[in-house]
């Protein structure tokens, strides 16, 4: 009846045209007025008119002379009371009617079908309440997301509970109707589409569990009844849009309506749908393991093929179009073409019962695999047959799955999990989850690529697939895990099932350096402004929240140059941001040896990783201009400690300039606030902040990347959206307050240092002290011989006798690490060590002592330092 109603409105409105065109005829400048009215707004700059202006314009044929004759617009004789109440009251009747003498399966393919239609009516409804397509997405994906994060609790009371369930659901969604029919505003709407993300949670993963429960004993029964909710999921996504397309002027009228319809419905499902409460299982009543649902193969594959044929109908959905109007398609063949991926979906849907007559459930995943990754896989020069061959191959592709999918789980929960509907939970958040990371990959792929390599991207995802479909019914059945096995919280995050994320990436990949975070349920897409979709790529929504903007922007201002700044959650993902711009082939220069082990283990790792060379040197000072540019020659990244005189880093950067390297310095030495903060200023390329230095707490593992190079920056750029590289919203306010105190620290530290300079001249057992920075300085102790420091190091009881696992886990005070610099480049070399910066710690260098001074109380750190030396010199 919902799709009489339609049709019924769009007859009414070609009844209106021609009667306006009627009235029309014997004057002509009705016509052309109209469209100069239209169009006056625009006539400055008609060529950029947005599709939001156009959707916003009202033309009115009534309103340009009054020797026009009279005539009712369209939106005031629908608004109509008269009209409202009488059609609205008939359509409510009819409805009431047929459900009334409807069967089960019609009915819940109806409940199915409300349900779905309140959620895509919104999507030409949103541009009316704002015109920010942030927060256009956000209203649109709120839904999807909480029905995601409602799947664990779904599941736990869906099994017996299939009729309660819809009930409930259907009478959640018919308040939020009303709510939204009542007020319009953005901002309630919101709250209320979240708030109907149960109604969804409860009405469709309810249907399918009903339907299947009922027929627990007819497969043949069971199958159809599937396909006829899955014809009703799809009747509610194509309607939708056309309806809410409508009623875009008067909303109210249509939730009005809505609700009535879904007041209807709520009374059937109240008085007809029978009671299976007392019905006894196939199996012993126990409770089913969601975790055992998704490592059955038969459970998962069905829902893996579902994911991938509904993210490429999702990817298509939101770039075919911007590829049709970069193609110069009007709007006529845009909707023309788009009805390739449309029609054939819900055909196909309908159709699966009887394909499941002809081939096996399983044959016929692996053949709407195999359609969908051929059509997107072929060649042909023209773009019109590459849209006419792909998009109808991933439109049947998606129906066949989507009609089959209910169909395979309904057959495999009989069999096995005694008539269990979590395998609806599962599936159907498959579906919501593939209509988030779809849009999300398709736009990132076809922004920095383009559209076909997107289409084969998914078809090489299908091919393979199906691929290994076919391979595993070849091979025996696997092994079943243990029913009724616990699985902790530690082996559910390894195989990407957490509750709080859509996916986790578990252990590093190789190559990456960095360790990936979960992808949020709380993403959304940042758009530029109207038109322009897509500036950005998909960006998560803890990805840009303020707070790191206000650090950056903070950061940016401290430098002379002004420079482009990215904030990343370790110190260890910043650099391998700038690795991954190395090639194989490529050559990267270290210069320097006064660095920790572990990071000189970490460009080795990832130059094998990655086949480029690393080569490093002594940084010798004074080196003629030829001799450096000798010495760069090849390289495509230079790695500079930052602690160098001046001159050594102008001398270095205008080397750099010279054979086209990117110059990149450890700033720790040198922080923002610190007269010789201007790195990027003297020719560096890039510079490294660690904030656990900034924020003064040794738990920030943040680091800061400040460039002046445009195309680094998109690079460690893509590399931080890509990876999910970024730090947190706590640890960014961490990192922001500390630059408050920052000059602060640093002014105590250099007074500390100058402290223990003078009271170590003035000890007996020190026989060299010299200052090689403000906060750090060399000693060297008498009796003791150079190869003899180290082992007096080691036994301190306040130092580390092992190579640390990790940097920032370091709970000593003073810290011994193992370097062969000589004496000579200790003064012009100093750690680039980002740990070194909160705690005082020590090291060998040569036949001196090198201690990098921190926020200790300078007398306790004299009493140590000299009662231990004093202590190692009488054990010899």
């Known amino acids: 009846m919902p799709a009489l109603q339609v049709w019924g409105l769009w007859g009414l409105g070609a009844f209106l045209a021609i009667s306006g065109t009627a009235k029309a005829a014997g004057d002509p400048s009705v016509v052309d007025d109209a469209s100069a009215d239209c169009f006056t707004c625009y006539s400055g700059d008609a060529g950029n008119v947005t599709a939001m202006e156009l959707l916003q314009t009202h033309v009115d044929l009534s309103s340009n002379g009054a020797q026009r004759a009279p ?85 736990r009371f869906i099994d017996g509970n299939e009729a309660k369930s819809m009930q409930l659901g259907m009478l959640c969604a018919m308040l939020c109707t009303l709510s939204m029919a009542a007020v319009k505003d953005y901002w309630f709407w919101l709250a209320v589409r979240s708030l109907s993300g149960c109604s969804t949670a409860a009405t469709v993963w309810g249907g399918f569990a009903l339907c299947n429960r009922m027929h627990a004993d007819e497969a043949a029964a069971r199958k159809k009844a599937m396909s006829t909710a899955t014809a009703g999921l799809y009747a509610g996504v194509i309607l939708g849009p056309q309806a809410g397309g409508l009623f875009v002027d008067d909303s109210s009228s249509l939730f009005l309506l809505l609700s009535g319809a879904q007041l209807c419905t709520f009374l059937m499902l109240r008085f007809r749908l029978p009671d299976l409460s007392q019905q006894k299982q196939t199996q012993t009543d126990r409770a089913v393991d969601m975790m055992s649902l998704v490592m059955d193969p038969d459970v998962r594959n069905p829902i893996i093929a579902l994911f991938l044929g509904l993210a490429f109908i999702a990817a298509l959905d939101s770039t075919a179009f911007e590829y049709m109007v970069r193609l110069g398609y009007g709007q006529m063949k845009q909707n023309l073409t788009w009805l390739l991926c449309s029609v054939p979906a819900v055909l196909f849907a309908c159709l699966v ?184 790529g998909a960006i998560y929504g803890r990805f840009d929240h303020p707070t790191r903007l206000k650090l950056e922007q903070c950061h940016a201002s401290l430098e002379t140059a002004l420079p482009h700044v990215l904030a990343f959650n370790t110190y260890e993902a910043a650099v391998a941001s700038l690795l991954a711009q190395l090639r194989s082939g490529h050559r990267m220069l270290l210069l320097g040896t006064g660095r920790e082990q572990d990071v000189l283990r970490f460009f080795r790792d990832m130059a094998a990783k990655r086949s480029f060379q690393l080569t490093q040197h002594e940084c010798t000072a004074g080196l003629s201009s030829a001799a450096r540019v000798d010495l760069l020659s090849g390289t495509k990244l230079c790695w500079l400690n930052g602690a160098l005189e001046r001159m050594e880093l102008l001398a270095w950067a205008k080397a750099c300039r010279q054979v086209g390297a990117i110059l990149v310095t450890d700033a720790y030495p040198c922080p923002p606030t610190s007269p010789t903060s201007a790195l990027l200023a003297e020719g560096v390329s890039v510079a490294l902040y660690p904030c656990a230095f900034i924020s003064g707490r040794d738990d920030v593992h943040a680091c800061m990347l400040s460039t002046d190079d445009l195309v680094v920056f998109k690079s460690a750029q893509y590399f931080r959206q890509t990876m999910g590289s970024t730090p947190g919203n706590f640890e960014c306010y961490l990192a922001f307050r500390g630059l408050l105190s920052l000059k602060a620290r640093r002014d105590r530290q250099a007074a500390s240092t100058s402290l223990l300079v003078q009271e170590l001249q003035l000890s007996a057992w020190v026989e060299r002290v010299e200052r090689v920075a403000d906060t750090s300085f060399q000693l060297g102790f008498n009796g003791f011989q150079a190869g003899s420091l180290g082992t007096a190091l080691a036994r301190l009881s306040l130092c580390s006798t092992a190579p640390r696992a990790s940097k920032f886990e370091t709970q000593l005070k003073f810290a011994s690490a193992s370097s062969a610099a000589s004496a000579s480049s200790a003064a012009s070399t100093s750690s680039t060590s980002p740990w070194m910066a909160l705690r005082t710690h020590a090291r060998v260098q040569g036949a001196l002592v090198h201690v990098e001074v921190g926020l200790e109380n300078p007398e306790d750190l004299l009493k140590d330092l000299l009662a231990a030396f004093q202590g190692s010199f009488f054990s010899f």
């Open 353 to 536: 019962p009887t394909l499941r007559t002809l081939v096996e459930g399983r044959t016929l995943q692996i053949l709407a695999m195999l359609l969908g990754g051929v059509g997107a896989l072929q060649r042909f020069d023209s773009d019109y047959i590459l849209l006419a061959l792909t998009l109808p191959a991933a439109s049947v592709a998606a129906g066949i799955v989507d009609g089959n999918t209910p169909a395979m789980l309904a057959d495999r929960s009989q069999e096995k999990y005694g008539g269990t509907g979590q395998v609806f939970v599962l599936s159907n958040m498959a579906d919501q989850v593939a209509f988030i990371v779809g849009p999300a990959a398709g736009s990132i792929v076809c922004q920095q690529l383009s559209f076909p390599l997107m289409c084969k991207g998914f078809g090489c995802c299908m091919l393979l697939y199906a691929f290994l479909m076919a391979v595993s019914t070849l091979r025996p059945e696997d092994a079943k895990p243990a029913k009724g096995k616990r699985v902790s919280n530690r082996n559910l995050r390894n195989l990407g099932a957490a509750t709080r994320c859509l996916q986790h990436r578990g252990d590093v990949d190789d190559g990456i350096g960095c360790v990936g975070i979960p992808i949020h349920l709380s993403q959304a897409f940042i758009y530029q402004s109207p038109g322009t979709p897509y500036p950005k």
């Open 71 to 155: 005539s009712v617009p369209f939106k005031e004789w629908t608004a109509s009371p008269q009209v409202l109440r009488a059609s609205g009251g008939i359509l409510l009747v009819c409805l009431l009617f047929v459900l009334s003498f409807s069967s089960t399966d019609i009915l819940v393919s109806v409940a199915i079908f409300t349900d779905l239609f309140m959620t895509t009516v919104l999507t030409p409804l949103a541009p009316t309440l704002t015109a920010d397509y942030q927060l256009i997405a956000l209203l649109t994906r709120s839904k999807n997301i909480v029905t995601c994060l409602l799947a664990p609790f779904t599941a």
